[in-house]
C-alpha cells in the first residue's frame, strides 16, 4: 500500500495546485487517506545522474520529499543539498525502502541486475522507467532484445513484480529542466503501463513535474516511444503527440 505520512502544512500548500487532485484519485483505490496523501509522495531515484537528478529535482520543487540513490550515494549529497531539506541521498536499497513510487534512470544494461538484486524489494511498487537501450553503452545483445520484444516489455521482464510505467525517456534533460511548468501548452510526456492505478500515479507525477502526461497505452505499445519510434524525441504539446500517435483527442 502507498505511504504518505509527512504532515507538513508547507508542502501541503505547494501540492495543493496541479497535479494533487489527480494524485489523490489515483491512490483513492489503494486506501490510502486523503489527509496523508495531501502531504506529499516519498519518491525514491534510482540513479540520480543526468535525468534522475532533474526529475527528482522537479519533484522536489513540487514538494515530494525525494531520496537520490546511486551505486555511490556520497556523490550525490552536493545535489541534494542544492535541493533543499526535502531531499536527501541514500544507498539504492534504502532508495527503495524509502519510495511510495520508484524512477529509475541508469545505463539500460544495468537492469537485469538492478532486477536480480533488488527484484522482491520493488515488487509492488509503482516504478517510472526512463532508462533507454543504446546498443554503444548497454551492449548489443540487449539493444536487440528491446528491439525485438519493445522496451516496456523487456524492462518489466527484468523489474519482475514492478508496478512498471515507462516515462521521461524520450527527450533530454536539458529540455526537461528547461521546459518544466512552461506557459500552455505544457510539454508532453508520453507514458505507458499495464498497471491502471500505477498509470494514474505517474500521470499525476508527470503533472507535479511540470509537465502534460499522455497515456500511449499498455507496457507493449511503450515501443511507440522507445528509441527510433515515431513519439520518440517529440517536444511538442498533448494535442500534437496524440496526433502523430493516432490516439484520440
Ligand atoms: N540524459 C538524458 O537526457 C536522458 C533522457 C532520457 C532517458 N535517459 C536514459 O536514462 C538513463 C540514465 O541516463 P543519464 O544520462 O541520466 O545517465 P547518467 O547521468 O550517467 O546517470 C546514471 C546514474 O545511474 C547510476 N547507476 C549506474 N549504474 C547503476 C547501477 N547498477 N545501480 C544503481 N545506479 C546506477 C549512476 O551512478 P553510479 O555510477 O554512481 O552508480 C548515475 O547516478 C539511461 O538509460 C538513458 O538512456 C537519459
Known amino acids: ?17 496541479g497535479g494533487l487532485a489527480v494524485l489523490l484519485a489515483a491512490l483513492a483505490p489503494r486506501g490510502a487517506a486523503a489527509q ?72 539500460y ?31 548489443s545483445a540487449v539493444a536487440d532484445e528491446v528491439e525485438q520484444e519493445g522496451i516496456g516489455v523487456v524492462s518489466q521482464k527484468y523489474l519482475g ?22 506557459p500552455p501548452p505544457r510539454l508532453a510526456i508520453p507514458i505507458a503501463g499495464d498497471d491502471p492505478d500505477a498509470v494514474k500515479v505517474a500521470a499525476a507525477l508527470v503533472t507535479d513535474a511540470g509537465f502534460d502526461p499522455v497515456v500511449v497505452g499498455k507496457l507493449a505499445d511503450a515501443r511507440k516511444f522507445q528509441r527510433g519510434g515515431p513519439g520518440y524525441g517529440q517536444s511538442v504539446s498533448a494535442a500534437e503527440l496524440r496526433q502523430k500517435l493516432s490516439l484520440a483527442p
Open 161 to 182: 513484480g514492478a508496478r512498471l510505467v515507462r516515462a521521461f525517456n524520450t527527450m533530454s534533460y536539458a529540455i526537461f529542466a528547461r521546459e518544466a511548468h512552461r
Open 36 to 107: 496523508a496523501a495531501a502531504s506529499g509522495m516519498r519518491i525514491g531515484i534510482i540513479g540520480a545522474g543526468r535525468i534522475g537528478g532533474t526529475i527528482g529535482g522537479l519533484w522536489v520543487k513540487a514538494g515530494h520529499p525525494v531520496m537520490l540513490s546511486s551505486r555511490h550515494p556520497e556523490e550525490l549529497k552536493d545535489l541534494a543539498a542544492s535541493l533543499g531539506p526535502l531531499a536527501k541521498t541514500g544507498t539504492v536499497a534504502e532508495a527503495i525502502a524509502f519510495g511510495d513510487a520508484l524512477f529509475i534512470a541508469v545505463p
Open 109 to 139: 544494461g544495468a537492469l537485469p541486475q538492478i532486477g536480480k538484486d533488488y527484484g522482491a524489494a520493488m515488487k509492488g511498487k509503482v516504478v517510472l522507467d526512463a532508462c533507454n537501450a543504446v546498443a554503444g553503452r548497454d551492449g
Open 1 to 17: 500500500m502507498l505511504r504518505h505520512c509527512h504532515p507538513d502544512p508547507l508542502r501541503r500548500g505547494l501540492l495543493a495546485a
